[in-house]
């Protein structure tokens, strides 16, 4: 079974901390997603890689940027974070869009 | 513009009990997703599909092309079922989610 693992299950950042969320997984999945996940939202789209060292941006990027260079590992980073950012962070992947996906089992930040 | 619409939003049911998840969209898709989330957050796929219908176990999705609508089904409902139902499509890439139906069985 494909696996998808989000290093941390919970976090508490401070204000104006850099924060680095990690997202591996182990199939060899060409594309890998981050989303946030908000009360009464849903889940909305931060960005997305197709490939290693490409990005694109999602619904919601402002504040956030990624790294993916390796294929496995696709990293989101708050370069400053707000407490509006305090949040559900779910990684996933795919081989591709017409195939299922596989999700982590998120990340709780919360900022303060 | 919401592109996937979810009805009902919150749903309780008894145990045993025939449910049904329905969601509409707005746009031709070529496949569909029917995504499950429990309490503490995980997600699971539970079906992708493009036509007709899927089954596993008690949960059975349908789909109609035509209509721009699909279901899901739940047959003798559990307390273990409850959770988080979200329908998806693929899009430019990437899933447009619909908000979620949010399911208690009661025991």
Known sequence: DVKVTQSSRYLVKRTGEKVFLECVQDMDHENMFWYRQDPGLGLRLIYFSYDVKMKEKGDIPEGYSVSREKKERFSLILESASTNQTSMYLCASSPSTDYGYTFGSGTRLTVV | ?107
């Open chain 2, 1 to 107: 513009k919401n592109e996937v619409e979810q009805s009902p939003q919150n749903l309780t049911a008894q145990e045993e009990e025939f449910i049904t998840i329905n969601c509409s969209y707005s746009v031709g898709i070529s496949a569909l997703h029917w995504l499950q989330q429990h309490p503490g957050g995980g997600i699971v796929s539970l079906f992708m599909l493009s036509s007709g219908k899927k089954k596993h176990g008690r949960l059975i999705a349908t789909i109609n092309i035509q209509e721009k609508h699909s279901s899901l089904h739940i047959t003798a409902s559990h307390p273990r079922d409850s959770a988080v139902y979200i329908c998806a499509f693929g899009s430019q890439g990437n899933l447009i989610f619909g908000k979620g139906t949010k399911l208690s069985v009661k025991p």
